[in-house]
């Protein structure tokens, strides 16, 4: 399993109720994900799959992590 910097949740005061988590970047490039869609785990055969994107952080496999790096030039470390 990979370790990212990913702080934990806090509270950020900006009139509402908005939470924030801090979270250190790869270096990468944008790719588009329709050429992978048939390959992730999470989307392969899954009409909706993005429909998860829509509340923010979801969790995926290592498997869909390494291919999704790989398409976006990310270097991952353990």
């Known amino acids: 399993m ?3 910097s990913i702080g934990a949740l806090y509270q950020f005061t900006s009139g509402g109720d908005t939470f ?3 979270v ?3 270096q990468a490039h944008e790719t588009p994900i329709s050429p992978l869609l048939d390959v992730l785990e ?3 055969g899954v009409r909706n ?3 998860p994107l ?6 995926i496999s290592d498997h ?3 291919i999704i ?8 470390t353990l």
Not at 54 to 59: A, H, Q
Not at 70 to 75: E, L, P
Request: glycine share 10%; no cysteine.
């Open 2 to 4: 990979y370790q990212f």
């Open 54 to 59: 829509r509340f923010g952080l979801f969790p």
């Open 49 to 51: 799959w993005g429909y």
């Open 24 to 26: 250190a970047w790869l």
């Open 42 to 44: 999470f989307s392969a």
């Open 64 to 66: 869909d992590l390494q």
């Open 69 to 76: 790096a790989a398409a976006m030039g990310a270097q991952l």
């Open 20 to 22: 924030r988590r801090d």
